[in-house]
């Protein structure tokens, strides 16, 4: 960064989510080394793991955050020719916009998921209950498909880090301490409504259908697959799984991984959808019913 040429062409532009803060503290080290003229913008990315690409060309905004106006304008230019609307704010309401964002995400994911807890005790179809929720234009659709839980590198790790945000400023971020246990508890529930069915999981053999976190990807970071096969094995079940895209990870070990939802089944005690893969629309086919046990 010593190198960086004339005022003229010195910018930092910070794309990653970083705590709230981080610019500030980039600012100030930038000026006790005396490179005031380096500009520092906040320009959060909004990529969703899978369709980066098509998030990158049609952004829904582009949030950027400056210290000095000029510094924001030549960020904004860059995305002249883009169709979205181009947020101007301050350094850290910019850092803290990627981290509600997602962590508001990750709230409808557990609303929805009590949701379905509850419309299973009352007798009502969660995914009807989703769609008569979702046509309401201040709501919509997103992110209230009930399942599993939320994974991945983003979620988890934001959500984790905004409610240590808040403590560490004083504040006790409750909606957030729900969000976790709601998600963590959600995995539990998997494991008791096989018991329910099956006894004791012991010599069962259990098909962990999708491994990754989501679809459309191969990234196992916090899946629930892994909780999932760890707690299965903890219980003494044979556990065996199938994705297209992962064939094996360190932290599925004693998973038999195999090439083909049959394959996966053949045999099994029970099966369960983890990654809403569209290879698994049609699971509940003939040909699974019998090659299962």
């Known amino acids: 960064i010593d190198d960086l040429g004339d005022p003229g062409d010195s910018l930092l532009v910070m794309k990653?989510?970083?705590?709230?803060?981080?610019?500030?503290?980039?600012?100030?080290?930038?000026?006790?080394?005396?490179?005031?003229?380096v500009g520092y913008v906040s320009n959060p990315e909004f990529l969703a793991e899978g369709r980066a690409i098509q998030d990158f060309m049609s952004p829904d905004r582009v949030v950027i955050g400056a210290f000095e106006a000029p510094h924001g304008d030549e960020v904004a230019a860059l995305y002249a020719d883009f169709d979205a609307p181009i947020v101007r704010m301050s350094v850290p309401s910019a850092e803290m916009v990627k981290l509600a964002a997602n962590a508001f995400l990750a709230t409808r994911i557990s609303f929805i998921n009590e949701i379905a807890n509850v419309s299973e005790a009352v007798g009502a179809?969660?995914?009807?209950?989703?769609?008569?929720?979702?046509?309401?234009?201040?709501?919509?659709?997103?992110?209230?498909?009930?399942?599993?839980?939320?994974?991945?590198?983003?979620?988890?790790?934001?959500?984790?880090?905004?409610k240590l945000l808040a403590g560490n400023s004083g504040y006790h971020f409750q909606l957030l301490n729900a969000v976790i246990e709601v998600n963590e508890l959600q995995k539990r529930r998997v494991v008791q409504?096989?018991?329910?069915?099956?006894?004791?999981?012991?010599?069962?053999?259990?098909?962990?259908?999708?491994?990754?976190?989501?679809?459309?990807?191969?990234?196992?970071?916090?899946?629930?697959?892994?909780?999932?096969?760890?707690?299965?094995?903890?219980?003494?079940?044979?556990?065996?799984?199938?994705?297209?895209?992962?064939?094996?990870?360190?932290?599925?070990?004693?998973?038999?991984?195999?090439?083909?939802?049959?394959?996966?089944?053949?045999?099994?005690?029970?099966?369960?959808?983890?990654?809403?893969?569209?290879?698994?629309?049609?699971?509940?086919?003939?040909?699974?019913?019998?090659?299962?046990?």
């Open 16 to 37: 990653s989510t970083v705590p709230v803060g981080t610019g500030e503290r980039i600012r100030a080290r930038l000026d006790d080394r005396g490179l005031e003229h």
């Open 125 to 162: 179809d969660v995914e009807d209950v989703a769609k008569g929720v979702g046509l309401d234009h201040r709501l919509g659709p997103h992110f209230l498909r009930a399942g599993i839980g939320f994974g991945g590198s983003c979620f988890p790790k934001d959500v984790s880090f905004l």
């Open 193 to 293: 409504k096989l018991k329910d069915h099956l006894g004791s999981l012991r010599g069962k053999t259990i098909a962990l259908l999708g491994l990754a976190f989501k679809p459309n990807t191969d990234d196992m970071r916090e899946a629930p697959s892994i909780v999932l096969a760890s707690r299965l094995q903890a219980e003494g079940a044979d556990v065996r799984g199938w994705d297209p895209f992962v064939r094996g990870h360190p932290s599925l070990d004693g998973v038999v991984v195999h090439d083909t939802v049959l394959d996966a089944v053949r045999d099994a005690d029970a099966a369960v959808i983890v990654t809403e893969w569209d290879e698994l629309s049609t699971l509940a086919s003939a040909e699974v019913r019998e090659a299962m046990r």
